[in-house]
């Protein structure tokens, strides 16, 4: 890492902060983001109330996948689909275009980036898919999102990041695999891929560095959540055959080993292998995870380990927890609540919900 991307990286995570000219509230207060798509196959970004009602929408070149709130101003950016090209800076009173962030050449993005805690900073997840290193974009959100540098994320194919709670820095998940555009989606680096779970300090120096066991290397570290007191929730995605029980979330502390839920479940296999998104809940006491691919949405208890809740749902992913429990977005449109072992629709729309549903309080 260079000393300019340095003190980059040092002023996004401890600078005192900006004044805002415009605030969330200036939006209706929207709980959630979401990408999605139309019924003829057009793409947008969608800022949704508490009721799962649609307050804005800002049509994207292609597919989302994830995207982030600015901490202040009504800014959201909406990340491509892996191996996506743009991040598209959006007006969240209006809908409107702020700006259309693309990467360096040499790179693409990788869904997902977050704000820093003053919203001065932006960080990206990228792949410079030459070498194969995974990298944090650094744009500078208080200068038009001006592109002033990079760090090492610390692994290959660096997916979802968060702000750490229990000290200033980040957490990525690394998912392990090696991609470029030429190949598309295809995973070039199957038979070495070793994917962790990195920590990076206020200086931009890895802390820590969780991998998983050997006969778990295959089991791509993808989608993190973040609890109040620092614990992070990670969901996999299984790279090999199926047919064992297989687990999808684990549980970290910077220092600790890892905790793997539902170990010894057989209902661990309903979810295919595969964790789609995961939230804690808002008392911490659970953690949960949606598997489109198996139509399934588990919830683990985090002090026990043991599975105490599933519910089948088509082609459910979104995730997130609000007030009344967690919430839950589909492919057939759905913005649902889950009570118990109920899903109570809020809202049907006529859009197919892709992967994530991000919270912003």
């Excluded at 990340?79 to 259309?100: E, M, N």
């Excluded at 890892?258 to 309903?270: C, F, H, T, V």
Aim: glycine share 12%; proline share 6%; aromatic share 6%.
């Amino acid at each position: 890492m260079t000393n300019a991307s340095r003190r980059s990286f040092l002023a996004g995570l401890l600078a005192a902060g900006m004044a805002p000219q415009a605030s969330w509230a200036d939006t209706g207060n929207p709980a959630f983001l979401a990408a999605g798509k139309t019924a003829d196959d057009r793409f947008l970004l969608a800022g949704l109330d508490t009721a799962g009602d649609i307050l804005f929408r800002h049509p994207l070149p292609a597919r989302g996948h994830a995207a982030t709130a600015h901490p202040s101003r009504p800014e959201a950016v909406a990340f491509a689909r892996r191996p996506g090209t743009f991040a598209d800076v959006i007006d969240c009173r209006s809908g409107a275009p702020l700006a259309r962030l693309t990467p360096p050449v040499g790179h693409h993005f990788y869904g997902h980036g977050t704000f820093s805690e003053d919203g001065s900073r932006l960080f990206t997840t990228e792949n410079a898919y030459d070498t194969g290193d995974g990298l944090i974009g650094i744009w500078d959100a208080a200068d038009s999102y001006r592109r002033i540098g990079h760090i090492s994320s610390g692994g290959i194919g660096p997916h979802d990041m968060r702000l750490r709670r229990d000290a200033a820095g980040l957490v990525v998940a690394n998912g392990g695999i090696q991609t470029h555009p030429d190949s598309g989606r295809a995973k070039l680096n199957l038979p070495v891929m070793q994917p962790n779970l990195t920590y990076i300090n206020a200086d931009g120096q890895i802390t820590d560095q969780l991998e998983l066991p050997q006969e778990l290397r295959l089991n791509s570290i993808r989608h993190l959540a973040i609890r109040n007191d620092g614990t992070v929730g990670f969901a996999m995605q299984w790279q090999g055959d199926l047919g064992a029980d297989l687990p999808i979330i684990g549980l970290h502390r910077p220092g600790q080993p890892a905790r793997l839920m539902a170990e010894d479940d057989p209902r661990l296999r309903n979810l295919n292998g595969y964790g789609g998104s995961v939230a804690f809940s808002r008392d911490g006491r659970h953690v949960a995870v949606t598997s489109p691919r198996g139509g399934v949405l588990q919830i683990a208890d985090c002090d026990t380990g043991a599975l105490v809740q599933e519910i089948r749902l088509s082609d459910v992913c979104g995730l997130a927890s609000d007030a009344t429990g967690f919430v839950i977005t589909s492919g057939q449109g759905i913005v649902a609540a889950i009570d118990a072992d109920r899903v109570i629709p809020r809202r049907q729309h006529d859009l197919a919900w892709d992967n994530h549903l991000i919270p912003l309080s």
